[in-house]
């Protein structure tokens, strides 16, 4: 493989800021969470077991999306080492999560970026497997009126990434049983910013239930918001 584009350095160059921004943000900490975007063929993903703070455009791997695991024997072009991982490139070895964020790119061409994290709120909510209900309008921007939980499976397996798709299926983003939450948007700022959302609406749902519980809004209330989102844009 050739060395990397202008172009492509900046796409790793984009995955450090975001994954910074998100410890920065809270919505994340330490080497936990993971972040990539889609690249051609390929993608580009935070490595396993790095924090944010150590992270190097140098150090973001990249694996093609192109290839499976059963298909053949992995490879690392680098030292032609045998595995369960797919073809890859890069001195550290990709996040251990990257199987959703590869068949979310498989399964979705409309997805550029996919953002994985161990926000609190969001969370809580995950650990107490309850879905996200439409408390606020901004549940919009998730593509319908709920953020859903997918079932609990181990991380870095395939069951993992199967019930993560199923819960993403018309939707920007899903908790995770017992783990976490993920996002997903046609770009990396669009991914990070719903990471927030999600975190808020979260955060919003737990304290109401705290005071005597949240109105939910209905899915027409929903719909109508999110037909509203289509004009909405700086000084519109």
Known sequence: MSGPSTERTDKAEAVVAAARALEA?????????????????????????LPAADLSAGQIARM??????????ARHPAD????????????????SEWRFHRDIYRARADIGAVVHTHAPWSTVM??????????????????GPDIRLA?????????????????LEGRNGCLMANHGMVTVAPTLDRAVWLAGEMEAL????VHAALIGG????TDAEVAEAAEAFKSYRPGG
């Open 25 to 49: 943000a809270g919505l994340n900490r330490g080497a936990s969470g993971n972040v990539s975007v889609r690249d051609g063929d390929t993608m580009l993903i935070t490595p396993s077991a």
């Open 64 to 73: 093609t999306l192109a290839d499976d695991p059963a298909d053949r024997p």
């Open 80 to 95: 032609g080492a045998a595995g369960t991982l797919p073809e890859w490139w890069g001195p550290l070895k990709p996040s």
């Open 126 to 143: 995950a650990v107490a497997r309850k879905p996200i209900p439409a408390v606020h309008y901004m549940i919009a921007g998730f593509g």
């Open 151 to 167: 079932t609990y499976a181990r991380f870095g397996t395939a069951e993992l990434s199967r019930a993560v798709l199923a819960a």
């Open 202 to 205: 979260a955060h919003h749902y």
């Open 214 to 217: 949240a109105h939910v809004l």
